[in-house]
């Protein structure tokens, strides 16, 4: 088959929106578990629809795919901190042991094991390993709780430690407040969201917890410099540029230049 005929053959074949993919590298290079243990959960893999058929062999078709997603989120990983030989030997192992699967539930398996010990790297690369346990705690337990409206008493209890001390902890080692730690955190999901999905503005504030709308778009636009409305204007159209944080409050840079 020449590439003519191929894409006369395919041409009502649509893949997925790129967004997407963004959006689910960005999830696993900036440790998510939660977010890539519900992809995992639901098969994401396994779900041929808009990905592309590599090879008419089932179970090639997803050895192949495998390689894709482990090269690119490699890469990802490395620029995001992760140690460049700890990257590519994580990267060497997981595809050397597709020669050893046999089915495409072996295949599923190594891709999950895989994304998720990149995913976990990434966790630890991007928190503090010198910050004290309450801080580390804390950090873990905003992690959880983002969407929820979370208080210094919250923190306070789950760490068990006063709130005095947790706030001044907090503020020493991080150089900023528990509140305004956990409202940045909010805006970053903020902004994946204005940018990959189709909720509205007044819906994202709900699923933040914020007070109101007004209180998220003056929040947000203190962080991001801009209202989340013409954030999403121009931001909609942003392709391989979400994963590197820039000093001028854009949070993404080029990826792919």
């Not at 243990?37 to 062999?57: C, M, P, Q, W």
């Not at 078709?61 to 490699?74: D, S």
Request: with cysteine; proline share 2%; net charge negative.
């Amino acid at each position: 088959m020449n590439l003519s005929n191929y894409y006369e053959s395919t041409e009502n074949e649509m893949h997925r929106d790129i967004k997407e993919e963004i959006l689910f590298f960005h999830k696993a290079a900036n440790g998510d578990i939660p977010a890539i243990r519900k992809n995992i959960a639901e098969h994401r893999f396994r779900d041929s629809s808009g990905v592309g058929i590599l090879s008419v062999d089932p179970i090639l078709n997803l050895k192949y795919h495998m390689v894709i997603t482990t090269g690119i989120l490699t890469r990802i990983c490395i620029q995001q901190g992760l140690e460049p030989e700890k990257a590519f030997r994580l990267s060497d192992f997981f595809i050397r042991k597709l020669d050893h699967a046999k089915t495409e539930d072996d295949v599923e398996l190594i891709h999950d094991e895989m994304l998720l010990e990149f995913t976990g790297h990434m966790r630890l690369v991007l928190r503090d390993k010198h910050l004290s346990r309450c801080v580390n705690m804390s950090l873990d337990y905003i992690y959880a709780h983002l969407c929820e409206r979370i208080t210094l008493k919250d923190l306070a209890d789950h760490t068990k430690v006063s709130t005095s001390f947790l706030s001044r902890t907090f503020s020493a080692e991080l150089g900023m407040s528990i509140s305004d730690y956990i409202r940045e955190k909010k805006i970053e999901m903020a902004q994946d969201l204005l940018v990959n999905s189709d909720m509205s503005i007044l819906d994202i504030s709900c699923y933040l917890s914020f007070s109101s709308q007004s209180h998220f778009i003056q929040s947000f636009k203190l962080i991001v410099g801009t209202t989340p409305k013409k954030y999403r204007s121009e931001h909609r159209g942003l392709n391989w540029s979400v994963f590197r944080k820039t000093e001028d409050h854009d949070p993404y840079s080029v990826f792919l230049e």
